[in-house]
């Protein structure tokens, strides 16, 4: 039977130490997956007799952020921007399961809790903006501010952040990946346009992102159908949504009041009945009315 490990960070745990257990407990779950989490003060190790109140054998121990040891990065020799705890651990993850190698969201995620630990974030264009304040790594100071004292809870809520924030960019990398491959591109006296067929809804900002002044996704499973032009298109949705409500008499269709959104179905309301056009009607549709 798998004895229960016990990983060891120090108290009021930041970005860095809680990423370091996030990555052994999510990514290393064999071994780590029901381990436990202890805290000491900030470079220590934990005492023997604490690990046997709680437990654990002390061969079963492992330190993060914390103790000098293996997975600590406070070593004159390990002086580099380029390391921090959570990298550390991320590249022993990638010896024991090389497949991570290509999980591109989570060496995002490693790489951006390196640069954090460095304070790297003072170089970041407007550095001194209040928009920042809403990052993950502030946000989990912002804990500490309201719950002193509580590690348990302050390490619950910065993994819990870090596993919504990978779940995110997943998807991302993911809708980059559908545009590059799947995309049908098409031209607008409004500049760049494209048509998506794909069930991933951060195509549609991500295209935006890329310089698409108009976007048109049709959900391959549900039907649903959203189109979007970028807040600085000069595009009017309004007289496309005119002509195809006049063809479409199934789907049920909801116009912006910006004019900038047409949408035919979404998370937020799931009574809306699907349209039976295809994607490359849309398409058709589109250019008749936004070509001179």
Known sequence: MQKRKLLVTHHAPDLDAIGSVWLFKKFHTQKYGD??????????????????????????????DTGLGEFDHHQKERASTDICAT????????????????D????????????????????WNDAGSYKYSFMIHELIRGHEFINQHDDESQMHFGMQCLDFAYATLTQQVKANEIINQKGIRFELPAGKCLGLETRNDDTIKAAQKQGYMLVVKKDPKLGNIRIKARPDAAIDLTVLSEKIISLDSVGDWFIHASGKMLLNGSVKNRGQKASPLTLEKIIELIKETFTD
């Open 35 to 64: 381990a436990k989490i202890a805290f000491v003060n900030p470079g220590s190790r934990i005492e023997e007799y604490q690990v046997e109140e709680l437990g654990v054998d002390l061969r079963d121990v492992t330190h993060v």
């Open 87 to 102: 990298s550390l651990v991320h590249a022993h993850l990638l010896e024991v399961h090389p497949d991570l190698e290509d």
């Open 104 to 123: 591109q969201a989570l060496d995002i995620i490693v790489k951006f809790i390196t640069e954090i630990d460095h304070f790297g974030e003072i170089y």
